[in-house]
């Protein structure tokens, strides 16, 4: 049984000589959890990981949809469906949608991340003339707006992805991590496009029945060690992979918390991370209100955003741009002492 090493990033200046950068980013480390699924974990210096692991979890990461990866960066989610868990209905014309994300860059949003198909639990399959009449028509109107920052789509669909390509998408965010439609490894990988493999246990209709893992953090990793993988042998340099362990896709709350508690582990597979935990139902649920409206769990959102962000998370997928914007801010001059405009 192989061991996994999972970093424990530090962001404050009090940083040793032999500290290791994480990621190349804000956050360093010199000590590593050993895990395993025989043993009970033990905490070693950095110097006894393995050369190779150690390598991937300290290089720099390359730019992501033109993006520098050496500082945070904010993901505005932009529902163009009638059904989303949290904004469904709100932008689906492409007037209220260009106003949305002009709104959002305008609040701070890095990129912006169009999605034409609801993946809530329960959800139903859209068909792709339907996910394509709904997103693509967006993404043109962005950029006949002059809007140029980058934009990804959320698709598990290789022809939604293609005319995406072709309208000017700077990333493919599937969340299926190309497990749905076996076309699209051939469709992505040729371009030069980021691409978002995210873990999913299940299709969104059945994936909150009873989701099972022997250890979620581990299978999860080696879920996306072999997507990852994959995708490089098929021709997509690692640079340009981008992994998200999935929070709430076929996850109980606790398997939910065992990833956010443990997402350093995620950089030893050296690609960006990323991660969507905006307005999910756990949040509700530890905040203490569940049956709340999901628009009003943005100060918890807020806190994982930032717990994620402590441990070199790259990209962090949210619905409240601006509040999100601002406690980035702070928790950034809290922890360093530092104000940089
Ligand atoms: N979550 C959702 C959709 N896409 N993509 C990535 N990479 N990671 C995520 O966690 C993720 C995602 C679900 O959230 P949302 O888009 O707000 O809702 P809905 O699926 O109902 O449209």
Redesign the pocket.
């Known amino acids: 049984m192989r061991d996994y090493f999972r970093p424990l990033p530090q962001c404050g200046p009090a940083r040793p000589a032999d500290a290791r950068p994480l990621a190349g980013g804000w956050c360093w480390f010199e000590r590593v959890e050993v895990l395993s699924r025989t043993r009970a974990p033990r905490i070693v210096p950095a110097d006894e990981v393995p050369g190779d692991i150690l390598a991937r979890l300290s290089a720099p990461r390359p730019p992501v949809a033109g993006l520098a990866m050496d500082r945070p960066r904010l993901?505005g989610?932009l529902?163009v469906?009638p059904?989303?868990?949290?904004?469904?209905g709100r932008f689906n014309t492409v007037d209220a949608a260009t106003a949305r994300a002009a709104e959002m860059l305008a609040e701070g949003a890095d990129l912006l991340?169009i999605?034409g198909?609801?993946?809530?639990p329960g959800?139903d399959p859209v068909p792709v003339e339907e996910e394509i009449a709904r997103t693509i028509p967006v993404l043109k109107a962005l950029r006949a707006a002059g809007i140029s920052a980058p934009v990804?789509l959320?698709t598990r669909k290789a022809r939604v992805a293609a005319e995406g390509i072709w309208a000017g998408a700077a990333m493919i965010?599937?969340?299926s991590a190309m497990t749905y439609d076996p076309e699209m490894e051939r469709t992505v990988i040729n371009t030069n496009l980021a691409l978002?493999l995210?873990h999913a246990q299940g299709d969104?209709k059945t994936m909150q029945k009873a989701p099972h893992y022997r250890d979620v953090l581990l299978d999860v990793y080696d879920f996306l060690e072999e997507k990852a993988d994959k995708a490089e042998a098929a021709g997509a340099e690692r640079g340009r992979i981008?992994l998200?362990?999935?929070?709430?896709?076929g996850k109980t709350l606790a398997h939910n918390l065992a990833l956010l508690a443990g997402l350093g582990l995620f950089h030893g597979l050296g690609c960006t991370l990323?991660?969507?935990?905006?307005?999910?139902r756990f949040i509700g649920t530890i905040g203490g209100n569940p049956e709340a409206p999901?628009a009003q769990r943005a100060p918890g959102s807020i806190g994982v955003a930032l717990a994620a962000i402590a441990q070199g998370v790259q990209i962090v997928?949210v619905?409240d741009i601006a509040a999100t914007r601002q406690a980035m801010a702070l928790w950034q001059a809290a922890t360093t002492g530092r104000w940089e405009t």
């Open positions: 993901m989610i529902n469906t059904d989303s868990f949290s904004d469904g991340d999605g198909e609801s993946t809530r959800a990804s959320d965010n599937d969340v978002c995210m969104p981008v998200d362990p999935g929070i709430g896709f990323l991660l969507g935990a905006s307005r999910k999901a997928r619905h």
